[in-house]
């Protein structure tokens, strides 16, 4: 103690305080600033904690993991992509509502965690790029449902109508107009159509040697006189090159022309539409059509058909066509009718297909399916889950995976490989060589009760069961079982292997296919009065059109006028 000196003490070493306002300024702002850093990093401090007690969400890895499993699918061929589409159209609310699921058994699982004081206290979070994708799938569904219902009455954009063909709507009001064309048709000449937006309805019905073309204009937009330009600019061109006629339809934004066609009925066509319908009918000569965004349709037609459909929401159906028909691309429902020559189909078609009545032989071939077979008296019809025939004669050829087949009353040798799905099969007289192939399904085969045949039945994981008596079936217990012989007085061979599935053999009283019923005679001359009723009923018609056209010059001359009058009427009374 006796070391310090007695109070009072020496100031601290430094400028002395005295009364230095400016310095007593600079120490304030410096123990200010260094407040303020402490607080910033206590700041830190505390958003670092917080964070390294927050947990991420599974959400994200989930929807990757499902997103990549249904690609996978799809470049498998597993799924297929249209309808894959078609589904999430349909059904993508499900994904919040699983996003939602998800995120609620996390909280349950914290709250139940948190429960234990021992345990620290975490917090979920939901990424921004989770986040980010959930409103793009979002999104991307509420344009895909409007896309697919085509009705414009999607409850999220209810009154819109959306979809690739009726874009234009949008441009402005609907103006219409028509158009009537004829010309003489050259002998032995072809002709040829194209048009970028409207349907195409073409009839071989014309007998004067001359081609009748009508033309329904629709114009979209705001001004009067922007439709009446864009109408005239609109109007198809005939041009001739050679042996071929050719019409042409200018392709400008914000219109449709839908046309109509009567020519000679032995006049080769091609037929071209981008956004539209075609109609093909009455036609003698041999036909291509080309669609790209747009249904066809083929009636009563005589010689090569050629088909290219486009879009995998296009419906194709042809009848009465007796000449070889020939289906390529991308299409949705196809019916195929009362047909006397060949069919080809090679492509995907992601709707459900409709044979009946085909006299010639069958190829269709997709990524998923190839079937073959000679002629079909009955029907077929090929979907997304199965396959059915009746009344077909053979040799028939069916590839096909994760479908149930049903073949009934089957003529002659069929030959069927097949996974993941059942198979029955009838076999009508008089009887062919059978093979069988699948897995993961039973095999079902209805045999003619006196039918005699040779036999080889495979069955792995499965039961063999038998209707003949002298079919002796191996004692259970086995994990592959093998039955071979002769039944009956022997005959064509029946070779049947499957995994995991049944083989039932089993009786039926089958009728054979009848024969093959002639081609009906071919009308080459009309009765005089057909034909009076025929060349009346055409000048009706091309009556009517002309009053038609005659009557909308009229009342778009009296609008037009009404038009003038209300704007003198508003220019006077401004004045």
Same mark, same amino acid.
Do not use: C
């Given at each position: 103690?006796?070391?310090?000196?007695?109070?009072?003490?020496?100031?601290?070493?430094g400028p002395p305080y005295g009364g230095d306002w400016k310095y007593q300024r600079r120490v304030l702002k410096e123990q200010a600033r260094?407040? $303020?850093?402490?607080?910033?990093?206590?700041?830190?401090?505390?958003?670092?904690?917080? +964070?390294?007690? +927050?947990? @991420?969400?599974?959400?994200?890895?989930?929807?990757?993991?499902?997103?990549?499993?249904?690609?996978?699918?799809?470049? %498998?061929?597993?799924?297929? #992509?249209? +309808?894959?589409?078609?589904?999430?159209?349909?059904?993508?609310?499900?994904?919040?509502?699983? #996003?939602?699921?998800?995120? &609620?058994? !996390?909280?349950?699982?914290?709250?139940?965690?948190q429960s234990d004081d021992t345990q620290p206290r975490y917090r979920r979070r939901l990424g921004g790029g989770v986040f980010t994708l959930l409103l793009i799938l979002g999104i991307t569904g509420i344009v895909f449902s409007s896309v697919r219902n085509g009705n414009g009455h999607s409850y999220m954009l209810n009154g819109l109508n959306l979809n690739q063909d009726n874009l234009d709507e949008f441009l402005g009001?609907?103006? !219409?107009?028509?158009?009537?064309?004829?010309?003489?048709?050259?002998?032995?000449?072809?002709?040829?159509?194209?048009?970028? $937006?409207?349907?195409?309805?073409?009839?071989?019905?014309?007998?004067?040697?001359? /081609?009748?073309i009508s033309v329904h204009k629709q114009v979209y937009t705001r001004s009067d006189s922007d439709a009446d330009s864009k109408a005239q600019k609109l109007s198809p061109t005939l041009t001739s090159t050679g042996d071929s006629l050719a019409l042409s339809v200018p392709a400008i934004d914000g219109t449709r022309a839908d046309l109509t066609i009567s020519l000679p009925a032995t006049a080769p066509l091609i037929v071209t539409a981008n956004h539209g319908d075609v109609h093909v009918s009455a036609l003698k000569a041999p036909l291509q059509v080309t669609a790209n965004h747009?249904?066809?349709?083929?009636?009563?037609?005589?010689?090569?058909?050629?088909?290219?459909?486009?879009?995998?929401?296009?419906?194709?159906?042809?009848?009465?066509?007796?000449?070889?028909? %020939?289906?390529?691309?991308?299409?949705?429902?196809?019916?195929?009718?009362?047909?006397?020559g060949p069919v080809t189909m090679s492509g995907d078609f992601f709707g459900t297909t409709h044979f009946e009545r085909i006299r010639g032989? /069958?190829?269709?071939?997709?990524?998923?399916?190839?079937?073959?077979?000679?002629?079909?008296?009955? !029907?077929?019809?090929?979907?997304?889950?199965? /396959?059915?025939? @009746?009344?077909?004669?053979?040799? &028939?050829?069916?590839?096909?995976?994760?479908?149930?087949?049903?073949?009934?009353? /089957?003529?002659?040798?069929? %030959?069927?490989?097949?996974?993941?799905?059942?198979?029955d099969l009838t076999s009508a007289p008089p009887l062919g060589n059978v093979t069988v192939e699948n897995r993961n399904g039973s095999v079902n085969l209805t045999l003619p009760e006196q039918a005699g045949f040779a036999y080889q039945l495979d069955a792995t994981n499965g039961d063999i069961e038998s209707d003949f008596s002298d079919i002796k079936i191996p004692d259970g217990g086995l994990q592959k079982k093998t039955v071979s012989g002769t039944s009956g007085k022997g005959g064509p061979l029946f070779h049947i292997s499957t995994s995991q599935g049944d083989i039932s053999l089993k009786k039926g009283s089958i009728m054979p296919l009848p024969p093959l019923p002639p081609m009906p005679p071919k009308i080459t001359v009309l009765p005089p009065d057909a034909r009076q009723a025929i060349q009346d009923a055409k000048q009706e018609a091309r009556n009517a059109?002309?009053?038609?056209k005659q009557e909308a010059d009229a009342a778009k001359r009296e609008a037009k006028q009404a038009a003038d009058e209300a704007k003198r009427d508003a220019k006077q009374q401004n004045q």
């Open positions: 103690m006796g070391s310090y000196p007695p109070p009072p003490y020496p100031p601290p070493p260094a407040q $303020r850093d402490m607080a910033r990093a206590q700041r830190d401090a505390y958003r670092y904690q917080a +964070r390294s007690l +927050r947990r @991420s969400s599974i959400l994200g890895p989930l929807l990757l993991i499902t997103i990549g499993i249904l690609f996978l699918l799809v470049q %498998t061929g597993r799924v297929e #992509a249209h +309808r894959l589409w078609d589904w999430y159209a349909r059904f993508w609310p499900i994904l919040l509502v699983g #996003a939602g699921i998800v995120m &609620l058994l !996390e909280w349950a699982y914290d709250q139940y965690i009001d609907k103006h !219409e107009s028509d158009q009537v064309l004829s010309q003489s048709f050259p002998a032995n000449s072809g002709f040829t159509v194209d048009n970028p $937006r409207g349907d195409i309805s073409i009839s071989g019905t014309s007998d004067d040697n001359q /081609i009748h747009g249904n066809i349709e083929l009636t009563g037609i005589t010689g090569v058909v050629i088909t290219h459909v486009n879009n995998s929401d296009s419906d194709l159906s042809a009848h009465s066509v007796s000449g070889p028909l %020939t289906i390529q691309g991308r299409g949705h429902d196809t019916t195929l009718s009362d047909l006397s032989p /069958i190829k269709f071939h997709t990524s998923r399916t190839d079937l073959q077979f000679a002629r079909l008296d009955g !029907e077929i019809d090929i979907s997304h889950s199965d /396959i059915s025939a @009746s009344e077909a004669v053979g040799p &028939l050829t069916l590839t096909a995976g994760n479908r149930n087949v049903t073949l009934d009353r /089957i003529a002659g040798d069929v %030959t069927v490989t097949n996974r993941n799905g059942s198979v059109v002309r009053e038609a």
